[in-house]
Each structure stands twice: as C-alpha cells, then as structure tokens.
T-cell receptor
Framework: DQQVKQNSPSLSVQEGRISILNCDYT??????FLWYKKYPAEGPTFLISISSIKDKNEDGRFTVFLNKSAKHLSLHIVPSQPGDSAVYFCAAIRSGSARQLTFGSGTQLTVLP | GAGVSQSPSNKVTEKGKDVELRCDPI?????LYWYRQSLGQGLEFLIY????????KSGLPSDRFSAERTGGSVSTLTIQRTQQEDSAVYLCASSRGGEYQPQHFGDGTRLSIL
C-alpha cells in the first residue's frame, strides 16, 4: 500500500519555463513533507520542506504547496534550468513516529535547453 | 567533508557471506537512519538511531540484519548470510533530530550479491 504517490514517472519542460511536480498521500497522520532531488549514483539531496500547518513554502526558484484537504502537494521550479534535470522524490514524515521518511516512487524531470 | 560519508561505495560478495557497511553522519547530527533502495523499488526505511535511545528497528526485513551506532556517531549496518534479494543500494541519512529537521543523505553503498 503506497502511502505517498507520484503518479507521473517523467516530465519534460523547456528551459526557462515552470516545472510542476505533483505528489499525493493517503495517510492523514503525515505532518511534515519534503522534496529531494537525486542524480544517478548519488544520494538524495534535500531541496525544500513544509510542515502541515503551512500551505506554502518558498526558497529561491523552488516553491512547495500543500493542500491538506486534498492530501496533495506540489513542487514548482521557476525558471527551470538544464541542471535541474534529475529524479525528484516526494517524502513524508508521520507525527509520533521515529520520523523516518516515506518516499514516493519519484519523477524524472528533464529540462530541455 | 561536511556531508554524510558512506563506505564502501560498492561491494560485491558471494551469497552466504557477511557484509558490513559503514556510515559517518554529519558532525552534530543526533539522528541517524538507514534506508535501502532495491532495483525498481522506492526507498525503504530500515532502522533509526536517536542519541542514546534504543534504536527503532521496525524496518529491518529479517534477523540477518543488524546495526549499531558507537559513541553516538559512526554506524555500521551488518547483513549476515547474505542472500541475492539483499542486493540494493543502502543509504544512510542523518539529521539534527527534533520534529522538523530534514534528513541529509550519503551517496550510498551499492551491494551486489552473486
């Protein structure tokens, strides 16, 4: 039973345009959400996070939106750059747990020059 | 370096052998996690250490897997009598601990069981 779902395995975007990566979750006990970027043969790199008491968090070109009622979050990258091409993982942490991450299956973003 | 360091980066061994994987967390990080990613699978939680508390071992897939963390810093993950299904990338992460702290990952150990 996948508690964190990324339904799009891949996404292609033109350089300079907006990239929107989506993530859905089923467990209402999740209270902290994170996005990671992963290049081949490297570990995931933390990008941005949001706690469940907020609906938006922005850091430079990256913005994460959280819609708790829909159990949906998204990552916006504006403007997209070729160096952003990587696999993006959505992850969630459940309140009261060991704070381990539950990951989605990832979305391969390709930014075309 | 400033990041999480894992060794070895690659390990190839025969079925039935024991293996030991090492993780050096970021200095000052009290929380340490082990995950693994099998081929075609997502990242799967294995075990969690927080300070001097007893570890949360709820993600370990069998009793062939064990981990320890000495002195609240370096951690080793041991897999005894390895099986082919143990082949995966084993990732270590550390964080400052606390409710809303992001975990920072090492580059992993790619384990191949022949």
């Amino acid at each position: 039973d996948q508690q964190v779902k990324q339904n799009s395995p891949s996404l292609s975007v033109q350089e300079g345009r907006i990239s929107i990566l989506n993530c859905d979750y089923t467990n209402s006990m999740f209270d902290y959400f994170l996005w990671y970027k992963k290049y081949p043969a490297e570990g995931p790199t933390f990008l941005i996070s949001i706690s469940s008491i907020k609906d938006k968090n922005e850091d430079g070109r990256f913005t994460v939106f959280l819609n708790k009622s829909a159990k949906h979050l998204s990552l916006h990258i504006v403007p997209s750059q070729p160096g952003d091409s990587a696999v993006y993982f959505c992850a969630a942490i459940r309140s009261g747990s060991a704070r381990q991450l539950t990951f989605g299956s990832g979305t391969q973003l390709t930014v075309l020059p | 370096g400033a990041g999480v360091s894992q060794s070895p980066s690659n390990k190839v061994t025969e079925k039935g052998k024991d293996v030991e994987l090492r993780c050096d967390p970021i200095s000052g990080h009290t929380a340490l996690y082990w995950y693994r990613q099998s081929l075609g699978q997502g990242l799967e939680f294995l075990i969690y250490f927080q300070g001097n508390s007893a570890p949360d071992k709820s993600g370990l897939p069998s009793d062939r897997f064990s981990a320890e963390r000495t002195g609240g810093s370096v951690s080793t993950l041991t897999i005894q009598r390895t099986q082919q299904e143990d082949s995966a990338v084993y990732l270590c992460a550390s964080s400052r601990g606390g409710e809303y702290q992001p975990q920072h990952f090492g580059d992993g150990t790619r384990l191949s069981i022949l």
